[in-house]
């Protein structure tokens, strides 16, 4: 509705002005659409707020309709991942601010999209851009979405803490993702296929590091998380995740081949974490190299630091610049399976080079029962097979050691209170060229 002047006047903004009959002043003339117009825009408000029928006796109905919100709250009628509103009236375009109010009739299972009035679907994100993840849009909830200019934003949900956007979601069963360097899908996909399910978003992550972040979305609230990861030589060093809530996240690549799961890190570790709780890793070769001064890694091929408790096993550890195994600060490792050592760890000004470097409190082990078998396929040459210091602690025997011969380097190194346990097994236990030693209070057993 525009302004309507006075009838006669062509100054599309000139005011009405009242008749003086004693200054013999003429009374503007209002134009029909002055009066019709104005009564039909409120009564159509009042229509699409669904307070109908317009009546005389209540002449509070515009601001009931304006207290209703019904013109931006209606029900979804659409599926899963898919929503869709008719709104009254209907906007005519997107615009930036658009609320949308909406129960939902479908829990979604991912990414999902929003479509208003037939305008076409836009994507629902929280607010740093990423997109939903499955159990977000709970079925029966009451969510607010705001449209930025490119995507409806999630405001606020009627769930509380697990509707609102970027909180935990806390798992309900265990979970498997997958990733896929050569089918995947970082933006479009939700990780929850092998395969993408035709006319879906069904279908594999592109990237672990993609995994990870969908992960720490969630409490895993004493469920697992399955991630295996295909054959690929392509994918990049990542973190784990830090999901909070008692579980377990298995890495699985390739037990059987684990060459053909390759992680390379590149000015980063292969594999790091901090206060990633507890994980289990198989089935990849792990291989770091690069600066490390350009983000602060240890450049292994795992890094770990503290509340991480890491099981590692059936793996190849190809060449790193810092140590293969840098575990650090509280946290643990516990190795069995077999482990391959493939390639040299020389160290780096900022990091001594070999097989293991524990340090700052931190225990790495294995289960007697189960006792790792060490496999050195080539000659290799590392700084130390074993470091303990700062009061880390090496508690490790093999099953069995082939290839014995083929580490060329120092057998241990204990100082400052770390402690090296073989099991009583003797000082040229562990392979290496070259004699151990302690110093500053060291020890080993």
């Given at each position: 509705m525009?302004?309507?002047?006075?009838?006669?006047?062509?100054?599309?903004?000139?005011?009405?002005?009242?008749?003086?009959?004693?200054?013999?002043?003429?009374?503007?003339?209002?134009?029909a659409a002055s009066i019709e117009y104005p009564q039909r825009e409120i009564v159509n408000l009042i229509a699409s707020a669904g307070l109908t029928p317009p009546d005389n006796a209540d002449l509070h109905q515009l601001s009931r309709a304006v207290q209703s919100m019904?013109?931006?709250?209606?029900?979804?009628?659409?599926?899963?991942n898919a929503y869709q509103v008719t709104m009254h009236p209907a906007p005519n375009a997107y615009y930036?601010?658009?609320?949308?109010?909406c129960a939902i009739g479908n829990a979604n299972t991912g990414p999902s999209v929003l479509n208003v009035n037939a305008l076409g679907p836009k994507p629902i994100v929280h607010i740093d851009g990423s997109a939903l993840s499955a159990g977000e849009l709970r079925q029966n909830a009451i969510v607010a979405f705001v449209f930025d200019g490119v995507n409806f934003q999630m405001v606020w949900s009627s769930t509380g803490v697990i509707g609102i956007p970027g909180a935990p979601i806390f798992l309900t069963g265990n979970r498997t993702l997958y990733v896929n360097w050569a089918t995947g899908d970082d933006a479009n996909y939700d990780g929850s296929a092998a395969a993408l399910v035709a006319g879906t978003i069904h279908?594999?992550?592109?990237?672990?590091?993609?995994?990870?972040?969908?992960?720490?979305?969630?409490?895993?609230?004493?469920?697992s998380v399955t991630v295996r990861v295909a054959d690929s030589q392509n994918y990049g060093g990542f973190r784990l995740p830090s999901a909070p809530g008692s579980g377990i996240v298995y890495w699985i690549g390739n037990p059987a081949a684990p060459a053909n799961v390759l992680i390379t890190g590149v000015d980063v570790d292969a594999?790091?974490?901090?206060?990633?709780?507890?994980?289990?890793?198989?089935?990849?070769?792990?291989?770091?190299?690069?600066?490390?001064?350009t983000n602060g890694h240890a450049l292994s091929a795992l890094s770990t630091a503290y509340a991480s408790n890491i099981t590692l096993h059936d793996v190849i550890l190809g060449s790193c610049y810092g140590p293969m195994l840098s575990i650090?600060?509280?946290?643990?490792?516990?190795?069995?399976?077999?482990?391959?050592l493939a390639g040299n760890a020389v160290g780096n000004p900022y990091s001594p080079g070999g097989f293991i470097n524990v340090y700052f409190s931190a225990l790495v082990q294995y289960n007697s029962l189960i006792a790792p078998n060490l496999i050195i396929p080539n000659p290799i040459n590392l700084s130390y097979f074993i470091?303990?210091?700062?009061?880390?602690?090496?508690?490790?025997?093999?099953?069995?050691?082939?290839?014995?011969?083929?580490?060329?380097?120092?057998?241990?190194l204990a100082q400052t209170n770390g402690v090296i346990d073989s099991g009583g097994r003797g000082v040229g236990y562990y392979p290496g060229t070259a004699g151990g030693s302690t110093a500053s209070g060291g020890q080993y057993v």
């Open positions: 525009k302004y309507n002047q006075p009838y006669g006047v062509s100054d599309p903004d000139a005011p009405y002005v009242n008749g003086n009959p004693s200054t013999g002043t003429m009374g503007s003339i209002p134009p019904l013109m931006n709250a209606q029900d979804d009628a659409g599926t899963a930036k601010y658009l609320m949308v109010i279908g594999p992550f592109k990237t672990p590091q993609r995994a990870t972040n969908e992960i720490n979305k969630w409490n895993l609230n004493g469920f594999i790091g974490c901090g206060d990633a709780g507890a994980q289990d890793i198989q089935g990849f070769k792990l291989t770091s190299g690069g600066n490390p001064l650090a600060r509280s946290s643990a490792l516990t190795l069995y399976g077999n482990i391959t470091v303990a210091s700062i009061a880390g602690s090496c508690a490790l025997g093999f099953n069995s050691i082939t290839n014995y011969g083929n580490v060329n380097g120092t057998k241990f």
